[in-house]
């Protein structure tokens, strides 16, 4: 259940009867031949799917997140860390004040794992009514990650893993084979301008690409593990 | 040319040949009958449309506006102004270190033209390279309103000029009729609790459906608006 | 009632009876030949003769906005809009707790329009006891604009619209005749050094001065328009 | 030379022979039977005063303080400290930027005195051109405050150190004898409630009044040293 | 070389040689049977240990961190998120500002990891000179993990893991056995009202102690990492 | 009763007896020929010996403050004025919501007292109980000033006045004799350069020496005031 494809009636006809909302939050940045939308076209879409047959209403993706060190590669936007958990707290706060208790947020992007700050501080804060906030990162969660690990170990930025049928781009040939793996520990202290001379497409290493087939093994744990976590993460 | 349908080499070889960008802003609130995204969906829909021909990267809508006074809608949200305009300040700082240096801010939600004083700040400020950043309120700039006047002058929240075949809900019957009038200078004094009150479908007046005939008249002179901007409204 | 010719026992006094409060902002900037002070001196002076034989108390004026544009102008000044608006809040705490109920912000310059999102936050936001804020940019509101209208379609800053026999500075002969026009949509994508290039005297367009009689209507306009504002423009 | 006297041509010709300007800072606060206005009306006066025979710029006084103590009684007006800087930054980042190289802030209110440790700061971060920052408390500043000693040592806030012709209330009467003292231990560590209820007219102590010629000799002093200060307080 | 065991002379002659330094950041939260102190003792502790023989300078330990979960257990203390990234980024603005360029946080605390945005964040920003940033947390980097993990997979806050020698309290016993391990889904959704109720003594799960040779191959494996880091951990 | 020294349950014991607790905040920052800890170890051990007979508990020192003119020293700490009031209203926002209602904040360190601002506006709130606040800055309160000017009137940063045999480091000789005075008019004006050429090696002026007996002095009236205060200081 959309929340764009609702009237304001029907969420609270609907909030009357059961107080979750999905807030999916991803990211705008690229991601080598992929799609500059994939983090949040892939965690709005698996909100979407898994909350579907719950009836749990899903907002529209937050589209920009924190990605500074990929500031470089023209089309990816970022947000400053005081700014975006502001606008966590914003959105929080909205949700509690209309009567939400239980709020998942799904997050399609690792640079945006920070926020879980935020959002412990805003649950430990006293409030009238118990609100409970889960956040989860959908694509390194437990089942889903090992689902990902039985095709594949090397599982980086702009990889195999992120390469769905809905995150490529019309007209764009994904090269075989793998790209050079950049270490993590290098990558974390890259700045923006280095990020961008290092990675040449954009890709972190590994695998282009896998079938179809094995994506849609992972896409279907994915899936499954949100609205599991949709219907029984709750305290 | 949907940001989020290429990737980010698309994007770099068109910053190229044109230093040009679009970003829409919309809102999620309430609109009556309406979809709660109206003002989101319409902010990127003319954005795109507008900027098909000219090849022009059409970022995703920033779906999160300021309505506070919509607070108490299930499914209305709103940033706080120190919030909204530093989210803004991020995404302008994002794109001109990028490269663009004409930026196209176009918005769909009246609440959110206090951020024309921060894109005022913003371009007051020295920078190495000069970057002009456009704001168009779509629904309201000239033409379009000349447009909608020729149907009819009371042009409310969630009436008939935000009813386009793409803002309406599946399954969700418009009334007939009109909806009472809640003057501005009253609507622009009430707590949140008191507009929920005041306006209990949403709509704050006027008309709620014209026929599709009339609205494409409006839609079409929204589109060449915003394109001519696009063209001509450069210094 | 002047806030300042007064001591706070008065001010006590009256709020028994009384729980209105009025507070002027302006703007410290150019405004080619006339006085630096003219949107603040304005905007007191106007709010002091409106709420004269009311008894309403009038606050000193807030004498910095919001004016980036005018930057580069020796003697203008600006604030930035997160510190705008941190101003704003505060002041309307102060006077929310001291038991001020219906507080009217009469502001003189167009570039602090933002603040009136702040302003809608503030009033959407639950406290324990309902307060009304009324924003009222006296010199664009639909009477005074009227009257002025009536002399000369053409109204630009720094040109006669603002010269009043207040504003003007001894010893400083004001020009005949009329300045060039600089485009709204030009003006409004200016850097601060491009515009103290463009508007070598500040003036932004039209006519410098009129008749100290056409002044005076407008004048009065404007003193009535607020008077009405302070007794009837509450809910 | 009152800014708001001046126009901006003055001001820039006057910049071009002299970099020194006067900011006068005050606070809108409960003084007793004297005006709210006190503080804000000796920081200017003591400033334009003092600065007349050298003819530097005066800016407007900013009228509001952080006096967040005297909150209960009504008129007053307090900044939170996080507001009252970004205030007193943004104001001295436009004057660096127009070219004003000897900033004095002319303060008039003890509670604004933390805003030094922001001047501190601000002087010392590095910027293209040297710029210097006085802050002066003028009422007890080495000269004054011993010039004030010689009559009473008893000084305190709405006594009759503040008690002159221009800060007193037309048709208000100003008791004989003397307010009892709160000690400024307790003084600094009561809210804001308990403050309005142990001084019941806002006189922290002390006589309330001395002659004219007492208090001429007071402020001969203050704006003596303020002279002093304009003329050789510089590196 | 503890900086507060130096005078600035000593730091300015090492810095001409040698461009790293550490800052350890910890936590003053409850951890249990023991100090209160825990994590920033032991951050300060592994700094100190890994740096002395390489003569790096070890900043005094930030003791206070984000643990607002734990804020009902008196002297725990916990800043905002907002907060802790602006202390760490005017940190490190002084740092780079002097002349460092490999600047080592060593971070003794679970609830402080978002701060890793903010590095990553002043890493990717442009400035002078290059300057690397390392965010280690010393008690589940890879190398101590698999140490402490050869004694007990059990590792939980204020259990034996943290129950060093150095980090009990003088006269106070700590109990056999294991506490009930509160799961970590369920301790990332409580509110600090709930934590304290849940969690009766402060541990959340597991022995409360281990034989002191245990623990020292887990400090000594704790040790070589941080000085590995700091000797190889650069770009 | 060091908070380190303690685990949570001691301090919850001691809360229920006794509701006082002391925050000592100090500076890393350049002190001449002494530790570049000298503000922070003599704020936290003033702190620790006057608390000890009265078993208050003492948290960590806070060894980040302002001094922004000690920048330019290598070692030298300094956090913007922001932060630093943010800082001191958390830890106060923890303390309250534990249950502690007088809480004494001893200073070390000059720089820091534009946060009385911050404790002022604190204390000011309306809060469900009432909190008491002391800021006291040791090193000059009248006891303290009193005893050490029976010594030498001068008394400057990085002078025999901070001294003692535990701000002094290890193998360093300190010279006999006396720096050169660096008026206070000039040393507040000075950028963070500036500084660092002017006093070369960071002593302001006056005997860098006395002996110890002298310095006994000095500290037990330091102490004894300290520890008058957490006794007799409250309303």
Same mark, same amino acid.
């Given at each position: 259940m959309r929340v764009f494809d609702s009237n304001w009636m029907q969420i609270a006809d609907r909030l009357e009867r059961d107080d979750r909302i999905v807030l999916p939050v991803g990211s705008t940045e690229q991601h080598g031949y992929l799609s500059l939308g994939t983090d949040a076209l892939l965690a709005e879409r698996v909100s979407v799917e898994a909350a579907e047959p719950l009836g749990v209403p899903v907002l529209p993706v937050l589209p920009f997140g924190m990605a500074p060190y990929f500031?470089? #590669?023209?089309?990816s936007m970022t947000l400053r860390i005081g700014t975006y958990v502001a606008v966590l707290r914003d959105l929080l706060d909205c949700l509690a004040g209309q009567g939400f208790r239980r709020i998942a947020v799904i997050n399609?992007? +690792? +640079?945006?794992?920070?926020?879980a700050g935020l959002i412990r501080e805003w649950i430990s804060e006293p409030r009238p009514e118990r609100v409970q906030v889960l956040f989860h990162s959908? #694509?390194?969660?437990p089942k889903t990650a090992e689902a990902a690990s039985r095709f %594949?170990? %090397?599982? #980086?930025? +702009?990889?195999?893993?992120?390469?769905f049928p809905w995150t490529r781009v019309a007209g764009v040939e994904i090269p075989e084979g793998s790209a050079p793996v950049l270490p993590r520990s290098q990558a974390n202290n890259l700045t923006a301008d280095e990020m961008r001379e290092r990675s040449t497409d954009g890709s972190l290493g590994g695998a282009y690409r896998r079938s179809d087939e094995d994506m849609r093994v992972v896409w279907d744990a994915g899936v499954a593990e949100v609205r599991e976590l949709l219907e029984e993460g709750w305290l």
């Open positions: 500031a470089r #590669y023209p089309g399609g992007h +690792g +640079g945006n794992a920070p926020v959908w #694509y390194n969660a %594949d170990e %090397d599982q #980086y930025h +702009g990889s195999w893993l992120e390469n």
